[in-house]
């Protein structure tokens, strides 16, 4: 059975910083391309980010130059670093297996001063 489980959400002030990490089992990790996604209240959900299993990143316009994502086989998890947090970035986080419909649960990340 297939797992996602993301942490590291909070709040955080306009500017600031966050880590999201997304911890994966039942998959054999190293094979899929996987990605971050969000939700924000009112809205459809939207592609973040994107890393491949040769670990070459794609961004959505939005994030570009401000989040970073990186993947770790050994630990079976995928990260997204965000940086330079605006209020519009506010969202559930969600991470994904690509051409799958393997999902996490979310993670809530609150910019606001």
């Known amino acids: 059975q297939v797992h996602l489980v993301e942490s590291g959400g909070g709040l955080v002030q306009p500017g600031g910083s966050l880590a999201l990490s997304c911890a994966a089992s039942?998959?054999?990790?190293?094979?899929?391309?996987m990605a971050w996604y969000r939700q924000a209240p009112g809205k459809q959900r939207e592609w973040v980010a994107t890393?491949?299993?040769?670990?070459?990143?794609n961004y959505a316009d939005s994030v570009k130059g401000r989040f970073t994502i990186s993947r770790d086989n050994a630990k079976n998890t995928v990260d997204l670093q965000m940086n330079n947090l605006k209020p519009e970035d506010t969202a559930v986080y969600y991470c994904?297996?690509?051409?799958?419909?393997?999902w996490g649960q979310g993670t809530q990340v609150t910019v606001s001063s």
């Open positions: 039942g998959i054999i990790f190293s094979t899929y391309t």
């Open positions: 890393i491949t299993t040769g670990r070459l990143p």
């Open positions: 994904k297996v690509v051409q799958s419909n393997y």
